[in-house]
């Protein structure tokens, strides 16, 4: 499985961009998928998850501003991102890892992921 991030950009705050993500082949029943954050020097961060059942949860630092969603039809990801903040900029990698789940934030648990795409918010 393969996955390729696209969509990202330079915006200013308040701003929005739509983050996408294509997976070569139908991934949906038997991966989780996740959008995470990786800013140079931190860990990576898990912003949203979203599973089979289109159960979907986020990082408190985005809740409201950011929606996670997928094409039932399409193994495309999405990640709609609203009112930027500076703090938002990084880059933002989609990633899945195959049933049963423990923690969707945990990047050492996904062993599929894209090449990340640049989200920068100026100020």
């Known amino acids: 499985v393969q996955v390729v991030e696209s969509g990202g950009g330079l915006v200013q705050a308040g701003g929005s961009l739509r983050l996408s993500c294509v997976a070569s082949?139908?991934?949906?029943?038997?991966?989780?998928v996740a959008w995470f954050r990786h800013v140079p020097g931190k860990g990576r961060e898990g912003v949203a998850g979203?599973?089979?059942?289109?159960?979907?949860v986020y990082a408190d630092s985005v809740k409201g501003r950011f929606t996670i969603s997928r094409d039932a039809s399409a193994n495309i990801l999405y990640l709609q991102m609203n009112s930027l903040k500076p703090d938002d900029t990084a880059m933002y990698y989609c990633?899945?890892?195959?049933?049963?789940?423990?923690?969707?934030?945990?990047?050492?648990?996904?062993?599929?992921w894209g090449q990340g795409t640049q989200v920068t918010v100026s100020s």
């Open positions: 979203i599973d089979t059942l289109f159960t979907k």
């Open positions: 990633a899945a890892q195959r049933y049963p789940i423990w923690r969707w934030d945990d990047p050492a648990r996904f062993n599929v």
């Open positions: 082949e139908d991934i949906w029943n038997d991966y989780y």
